[in-house]
């Protein structure tokens, strides 16, 4: 007798993303969380039972749930229960932005730090450039504040700032951090690369178990909502409280989605010297483990998150090979543009190239140590001359100990060559590329940070054509507004700005909506070494799903946006999202139960 099903969805498009299984998908039938059958009514239809849960879909799509490869999940709830957000996607100018900013310096008590996250003078055109005197002057000198710029890579501090973090004419910067200082040898308060990475991934010391616990809690539901079923934080630094939370999260039978941490080893950004070579022991400050986490029971390790259970666990080791576009670190085989945009943005002084944050034997020595432990190695590589290093490390460290199936992870690829892809394409890495600046950035790199350059930002047609394996990310909160995966999927295939849909930039790296949803479906849990039970809609994986307003392959590339995530079900349990859009938007079809 077949196996009775708990749920059945059918009367809609299916959309299964295995490329074995396309034809006459007209029900999906789900058994204990595991997907039991795929194929026509009458054959998904026999494992009914009096029990069975028939869903019916209104003509609605079902297809697998998405898998981000690159958000820094708990930092996005951080911002929210932290700082005060003044973000292009908040404020529309300078004038905004300090009336905001003085509202809440105001309602502080002394001694409480003033937290604002998202400056970005890149897109409030009126932003001042900014530095200690200036903070002091328009806002407060008896507070200390602290601006976190947009993408995470430099913040700028008060003068009050400078001395609560000990910051003094004799402080020098830690490897892969920056001090900036005056000619005069004085502190400017702007800080670059591993001291704000450090301040603000550390988090907030004020924040108790409950806080963290119910800021997380928000922010997974968010993911839900917008398609999301498991998600990739690239960028843990462990604290008792974050991991006492995210345990606490995980396990609830109600957590919506399964979120994986590549934690950074604490010894790479505690401000000491990188270069202490591999005997020193990381794990005892980060664990990490690039196997998926079994199904049954905990992990025995104590330290850190480890293998915690089936939604929570750490995946891997990020280490940061160059900076941001966004303040002149990523770097680059060019110069930057020298523009009146780039020294508002305080870049160093033309002709700047950026700077790598490591030396080449310190990089290949780390990644030695872990390549050797088994982890599987996560890489931010922005610029053409971080792409080499990170490349060379890599060919250096797999020629010496063999190939393997690490997977190894090179993240963002803003100016990465074609020739460095058919490298990476030659070493089986895994690739996850930041297409989505050009949405909001597009037109600012043209005009005023990498000119014609910009043309092959993120060249996804030609990883296409080398046969990677690549996913596509949005690295939020180190970008303007909120997850959303079509938005990214809509940058990949038309590569315009979200305000001018007639000037493509580098159309001949646009991608197809089939590639697209690759990237946040089957290459994404390739990515994660989880492509046997996440990914595609598979007899035997997990019901990891989600319900469509729209079928994608139907929609024009420009309105991808318009779809809405219905429902999502993580192992095929419902996050009752339906029920919340019926009450918001009665224009929105729902799921319906009963076969009709």
Not at 148 to 165: E, P, R, T
Not at 373 to 392: F, S
Not at 543 to 561: C, G, H, Q, R, T
Request: overall charge negative; charged content about 25%.
């Amino acid at each position: 007798m077949a196996k009775k099903a708990d749920i059945i969805f059918y009367g809609g498009d299916i959309i299964t993303m295995d490329e074995a299984c396309t034809d006459n998908i007209e029900a999906v039938a789900v058994a204990s969380g595991i997907i039991l059958a795929v194929g026509t009514l009458d054959e998904v239809f026999t494992h009914a039972g009096s029990n069975t849960q028939v869903i019916y879909l209104n003509q609605q799509t079902l297809m697998p749930g998405f898998i981000e490869c690159h958000q820094h999940a708990w930092a996005c709830a951080l911002v929210k229960s932290s700082y005060t957000v003044i973000s292009a996607t908040e404020c529309r100018n300078y004038a905004e932005i300090s009336r905001t900013m003085k509202k809440t310096i105001d309602g502080l008590d002394p001694g409480s730090w003033a937290r604002f996250f998202g400056w970005d003078a890149e897109l409030i055109s009126d932003a001042p450039a900014l530095n200690a005197d200036f903070l002091d002057a328009n806002f407060s000198s008896t507070i200390p504040i602290l601006v976190m710029g947009q993408n995470i890579h430099v913040a700028w501090v008060n003068s009050l700032g400078l001395k609560k973090l000990g910051i003094d004419e004799n402080t020098e910067g830690p490897d892969g951090g920056t001090i900036v200082k005056d000619k005069y040898g004085k502190p400017t308060g702007q800080l670059l690369e591993s001291i704000p990475i450090q301040l603000f991934f550390s988090g907030n010391p004020d924040q108790g178990l409950n806080e963290v616990y119910e800021s997380c809690k928000a922010q997974w539901r968010y993911y839900a909502s917008v398609g999301l079923t498991t998600v990739t934080d690239l960028a843990y630094i462990a604290t008792d409280i974050k991991d006492k939370a995210l345990k606490k999260l995980a396990d609830n039978e109600d957590c919506p989605v399964r979120v994986d941490f590549i934690s950074v080893p604490l010894a790479l950004y505690n401000l000491e010297h990188v270069k202490q070579g591999p005997d020193r022991e990381y794990d005892a400050d980060s664990p990490a483990s690039q196997n998926a986490p079994t199904e049954g029971g905990k992990s025995r390790r104590m330290d850190g998150i480890g293998n915690y259970n089936g939604r929570l666990w750490e995946a891997g080791i990020k280490l940061m090979a160059d900076g941001s576009p966004h303040c002149g670190t990523m770097a680059i085989r060019e110069p930057y543009m020298y523009t009146p945009l780039t020294e508002t943005l305080c870049f160093p002084t033309a002709p700047g190239y950026g700077k790598l944050n490591m030396e080449n034997d310190a990089l290949i020595e780390t990644v030695k140590h872990f390549h050797g432990k088994g982890k599987q190695i996560a890489i931010h590589a922005h610029g053409e001359r971080a792409c080499e290093q990170v490349l060379k490390t890599y060919e250096t460290v797999l020629r010496e100990f063999g190939e393997n199936d690490s997977r190894h992870r090179m993240e963002h690829l803003g100016l990465v060559t074609k020739e460095q892809l058919a490298r990476a394409s030659k070493l089986k890495l895994a690739l996850s590329f930041f297409v989505d600046h050009l949405r909001f950035y597009g037109l600012v790199y043209k005009t005023d940070i990498f000119g014609d350059r910009v043309n092959r930002w993120t060249p996804l047609s030609e990883a296409t054509k080398l046969g990677l394996r690549w996913t596509i990310h949005q690295d939020h909160p180190a970008f303007p507004g909120k997850a959303n995966p079509f938005s990214n999927m809509k940058t990949a295939i038309t590569r315009c700005t979200k305000d001018d849909p007639d000037t493509p930039y580098g159309p001949e790296y646009r991608v197809s909506i089939d590639e697209a949803l690759k990237a946040y479906t089957i290459n994404g849990a390739w990515q994660l070494h989880r492509e046997k039970d996440l990914g595609s809609i598979t007899i035997g994986k997990k019901a990891d799903l989600i319900v469509l307003s729209k079928n994608p392959y139907n929609v024009d590339p420009f309105d991808l946006e318009s779809i809405s995530v219905v429902e999502s079900f993580l192992e095929g349990r419902s996050n009752n999202f339906a029920i919340i859009k019926r009450v918001q938007d009665s224009n929105i079809a729902v799921l319906q139960s009963g076969r009709t």
